[in-house]
């Protein structure tokens, strides 16, 4: 069982790469739940993810190949507002304790990477900015592990089906910790099931 490199030094410079993973693929987590169920027409409904499926006139609405697909910046933006998000389980009353954002503000979060005009990361901060390169790094973990795929036109996907109920708990779980650099935990690809 591995260890989650980031979990073994408390003065970790970012989350445990297990808590990443999750919150990574939280952002399928609905999606999946609706998918098992037989209801994902009222899942996009309610959701409005207008951009992951084709249903313009002529197409087949709910096209089965269309489900479990996310964009880069999608998954980013995701994991962004994940790690701002104020922990309802803390323990802490220090402000830089309630959130990922809050513990790690002065490292992984200090280089500003969004283009403030247009909105959107800045191609040549890309490379510099080390809160990309941990979402790039742990997304190629998650594609090598074969928990999710890389398509041809630069899109991630989930096969909906392919974690159990119990896995979405436990990954929902994980991302729900309270910020922590001492956490020790074994990496996703040993805790869940495949």
Same mark, same amino acid.
């Given at each position: 069982?591995?260890?989650?490199?980031?979990?073994?030094?408390?003065?970790?410079?970012?989350?445990? #790469?297990? &808590?990443?993973?999750? &919150?990574? $693929?939280?952002?399928? +987590?609905?999606?999946?739940?609706?998918?098992?169920? #037989? #209801?994902?027409?009222? *899942?996009?409904?309610?959701?409005?993810?207008?951009?992951? $499926?084709?249903?313009?006139?002529?197409?087949?609405?709910?096209? =089965?190949?269309?489900?479990?697909?996310?964009?880069?910046?999608?998954?980013?933006?995701?994991?962004?507002?994940?790690?701002?998000? /104020?922990?309802? *389980?803390?323990?802490?009353?220090?402000?830089? !304790?309630?959130?990922?954002?809050?513990?790690?503000?002065?490292?992984?979060? =200090? /280089?500003?990477? /969004?283009?403030?005009?247009?909105?959107?990361?800045?191609? !040549?901060?890309? !490379?510099?900015?080390?809160?990309? +390169?941990?979402?790039?790094? +742990?997304?190629?973990? $998650?594609?090598?592990?074969?928990?999710?795929?890389?398509?041809?036109?630069?899109?991630? !996907?989930?096969?909906?089906?392919? $974690?159990?109920?119990d896995d979405w708990i436990?990954?929902?779980?994980?991302?729900?910790?309270p910020p922590c650099k001492?956490?020790?935990?074994?990496?996703?690809?040993?805790? &869940?099931?495949?």
């Open positions: 069982m591995a260890i989650s490199n980031a979990s073994e030094n408390p003065w970790a410079r970012r989350p445990p #790469d297990t &808590i990443s993973d999750a &919150i990574i $693929l939280c952002a399928w +987590r609905e999606e999946a739940k609706a998918y098992q169920n #037989d #209801d994902v027409q009222s *899942f996009f409904n309610e959701y409005d993810y207008s951009g992951f $499926l084709d249903r313009y006139e002529g197409s087949e609405p709910w096209n =089965k190949e269309g489900y479990g697909l996310r964009t880069f910046e999608q998954i980013h933006t995701f994991h962004w507002f994940f790690m701002q998000k /104020v922990s309802p *389980f803390t323990t802490s009353k220090a402000v830089g !304790k309630v959130s990922w954002f809050g513990l790690y503000k002065k490292g992984l979060f =200090k /280089v500003p990477f /969004v283009n403030e005009i247009a909105g959107g990361i800045l191609e !040549k901060g890309r !490379k510099k900015n080390k809160y990309y +390169r941990l979402i790039e790094t +742990r997304i190629a973990y $998650l594609v090598s592990n074969k928990i999710i795929e890389k398509n041809n036109k630069g899109n991630y !996907k989930l096969q909906l089906n392919s $974690l159990t109920t436990l990954i929902h779980g994980l991302s729900l910790l001492t956490y020790r935990l074994p990496s996703i690809g040993d805790l &869940i099931s495949r």
